[in-house]
């Protein structure tokens, strides 16, 4: 026997003793025919108590149509028409690795509007027996922002994952070189294409990012002065070049004596190589780069500093722990937080704080406030030809003053003023 109406929207099946529920959601302005979606409940009470509750969620707009939107295919959808608009290459690109590699092959064939609290959350323990609860927490602010929008396109009528509970961020332990370590790690750089690098990254705390950007149109030998302006970075096989992602990350930063004369040997080395190669010479101005001109892969330079690090047998540290480094010997020299977040291009002083305030409390009980590197350890190495290399003007007095990681003067932003122009 064929359905019976007995109610509005509600229906009776006598074969199956049940009753049939019709909730109408409107009509689809894709097609033009009314949404509906039909539950089964045993009584006719119950039938009437669950068409209340959606006519009054329906009355304050709590009610979201029916969607096909999987967690796939919207988060292809919020790739595609959100994030690649809005956002950098290299943060799309993590975005689509995280989906790729962990969301998709867990949630991506659920419903979004059959997500649940539990299947988040079960997601989350899965993944923290392969990765690091600060890995797992990137997860959770991509489906919160994710779902956040969701919600916003009434695709979701509420987002599931602002009741997930998170994982506990965990901070890593930072253990940067003492003075002796680097001035050690910076005598076996020089005989390698990392001696800038690693130059840069101790006495100035820059990223791989902005050291890879910098351009000769950047360096003011006459002022002394680098103006951190671009960045280079990997996102998967492309490099691409780009504006730091902060105001405070676009800087002028000043250079003491031994970055200068890294400087200006490279310069002069540029100058070299651009003659014996001419037209086949790199013509885009980058200040690392190959014989040819061509700048380095960001990868190919993270891996050689990994190498040079383990094969003379230096502590574990990464380039960008150099960075870390610099910080800890600016505080250990007694630099104010405010001058040492101004110079590492951190948009807050409580980024640098949340960041090295433990650091700072371990260097405190170990080195000294005025730590000093060895001047025999940072003279060049013998067999650096290029210093009695002739350009356009004489060669570098073979003995320049000691190193310096940071000019004493806080209150100048790290700036001070030249003891000699540029010869």
Not at 27 to 42: E, L, S
Not at 265 to 289: Q, S, T
Request: charged share 30%.
């Amino acid at each position: 026997m064929a359905r019976k109406k007995v109610a509005k929207n509600i229906y009776y099946d006598d074969a199956k003793r049940l009753y049939y529920v019709s909730f109408y959601y409107g009509v689809d302005p894709k097609t033009g025919k009314p949404i509906r979606k039909n539950k089964t409940v045993k009584s006719k009470r119950e039938a009437k108590k669950l068409l209340t509750e959606f006519e009054y969620k329906k009355d304050i707009n709590a009610v979201t149509r029916p969607s096909e939107h999987t967690v796939k295919t919207w988060l292809e959808y919020w790739i595609t028409k959100i994030c690649e608009p809005n956002l950098q290459k290299t943060t799309v690109y993590g975005y689509k690795q995280i989906i790729k590699n962990h969301i998709e092959p867990i949630l991506g064939s659920t419903l979004m509007q059959k997500v649940t609290v539990d299947q988040v959350q079960r997601y989350y323990a899965d993944r923290l027996k392969h990765l690091a609860p600060n890995t797992v927490l990137k997860h959770h602010a991509l489906l919160k922002t994710a779902f956040d929008v969701a919600v916003k396109q009434d695709v979701i009528a509420k987002s599931p994952i602002d009741r997930v509970q998170t994982p506990k961020r965990t901070h890593r332990e930072i253990t940067p070189y003492n003075a002796e370590q680097l001035s050690e790690l910076l005598y076996e750089a020089l005989y390698s294409k990392l001696g800038l690098v690693v130059v840069l990254a101790a006495y100035l705390g820059l990223r791989r990012g902005e050291i890879l950007g910098l351009k000769w149109e950047d360096v003011d030998f006459v002022g002394r002065t680098i103006s951190i302006k671009r960045t280079r970075t990997s996102a998967g096989s492309e490099v691409i070049s780009k504006t730091p992602k902060t105001f405070s990350s676009n800087r002028l930063v000043y250079m003491p004596d031994r970055v200068w004369e890294e400087m200006d040997l490279a310069e002069r080395r540029n100058a070299k190589n651009r003659l014996e190669h001419g037209n086949d010479f790199n013509k885009e101005g980058y200040v690392i780069v190959d014989k040819n001109g061509k700048p380095y892969r960001p990868n190919y330079i993270s891996e050689l500093f990994t190498k040079v690090v383990t094969e003379k047998g230096f502590p574990k540290l990464t380039l960008h722990g150099l960075r870390h480094t610099f910080v800890s010997l600016a505080n250990a020299q007694g630099h104010t937080m405010h001058d040492i977040s101004k110079m590492a291009g951190h948009s807050r002083i409580d980024t640098t704080s949340r960041l090295y305030t433990h650091m700072f409390e371990k260097a405190n009980e170990t080195i000294g406030l005025h730590a000093t590197i060895s001047d025999r350890k940072l003279r060049r190495p013998p067999g650096r030809k290029l210093l009695a290399y002739r350009i356009d003007r004489e060669p570098l007095p073979p003995c320049q003053p000691a190193w310096r990681p940071l000019p004493v003067n806080p209150r100048s932003n790290f700036l001070q003023a030249p003891t000699h122009n540029r010869r």
